[in-house]
């Protein structure tokens, strides 16, 4: 499975963004597509995915304030991104999960300045 993410960038405190995924493959094979990142100095960590039955489930640390969201036709799935705090700042993954078969996109950078 081939993962294109892009929507990254540079923001201010309290502000907002939108990544996006596409996948090579349609997203309802996937037991789940999620949106993972990497702080600087950490180790990869879940943000949020979405089940194959449309359930989402969050970090504690971005509930209420990030939202993953799919799109069957261009095999899309995104993370809005609002009130965003210094400490979001890293590169972002989309992966899927299909059986015992995860994949990764390149990642995509997200820069929160204070």
């Known amino acids: 499975v081939q993962l294109v993410e892009s929507g990254g960038g540079l923001v201010q405190t309290g502000g907002s963004l939108r990544l996006s995924c596409a996948a090579s493959e349609t997203i309802f094979r996937f037991d789940h597509m999620g949106w993972y990142r990497q702080r600087p100095g950490q180790q990869r960590e879940l943000v949020a995915l979405i089940t194959r039955d449309g359930n989402p489930d969050y970090a504690a640390a971005v509930a209420g304030r990030f939202t993953i969201s799919r799109k069957d036709v261009g095999n899309l799935v995104f993370l809005e991104m609002s009130d965003l705090k210094p400490d979001d700042t890293a590169v972002y993954y989309c992966?899927?999960?299909?059986?015992?078969?995860?994949?990764w996109g390149q990642g995509v950078q997200v820069t929160v300045s204070s």
């Open positions: 992966q899927t999960k299909q059986g015992r078969f995860i994949d």
